[in-house]
């Protein structure tokens, strides 16, 4: 269960992922850019797999944009296996502590058996956070098949940034 809501609007608590790529990459600072973060559940997931491969194939539209990150609560291990078998171009997150998902307000699961995964992790999310740090969307779901069209959200950021639009939902 979730334990806050997070608050559109507001500065989203500065968190960092360790990436696929040797770096650390942080939420919640001020940078130039708007960024997306997707959460996925985990390579014991095969529609998290479809998902990330439908991102990865519109990634292009989506970079010129924003900055596009995906995180999850996976070892740095299954990540790259992840990695090398779909090749994503993507920053690819793992290591998510519980913590982390609880601040961004996302379901969290246990796992129903060893053969899924060995450790709690979150149910999907996707965050669009403005270059000042603050939280203009949220998307979050308590089970795998319920995810943003992503080419209708793409849609929607591309217009709230060029029409600088205010957050909505606050209430």
Not at 53 to 82: C, F, G, I, R, Y
Not at 97 to 112: D, H, I, K, T
Request: glycine share 8%.
């Amino acid at each position: 269960m979730t334990t806050a809501k997070p608050h559109v609007g507001a500065p989203i608590e500065p968190t960092s992922f360790p990436s696929l790529s040797g770096d650390t990459i942080s939420i919640g600072q001020p940078k130039d850019r708007w960024t997306m973060l997707f959460v996925y559940r985990g390579k014991h997931c095969p529609r998290c797999k479809r998902y990330l491969n439908k991102l990865n194939a519109v990634l292009p539209a989506w970079t010129e944009v924003m900055d596009v990150l995906v995180v999850s609560a996976d070892t740095k291990e299954k990540a790259q296996a992840d990695m090398d078998e779909f090749g994503w171009d993507f920053d690819l997150c793992y290591g998510m502590s519980e913590a982390q998902m609880r601040a961004l307000g996302l379901y969290v699961s246990e796992p129903l058996s060893e053969a899924e995964t060995t450790e709690n992790f979150a149910e999907p999310g996707a965050f669009a956070i403005r270059p000042d740090g603050t939280l203009m969307l949220v998307d979050i779901s308590n089970g795998p098949a319920a995810r943003p069209d992503l080419e209708e959200l793409l849609d929607g950021m591309i217009f709230n940034i060029t029409n600088n639009r205010p957050v909505r939902g606050t209430a």
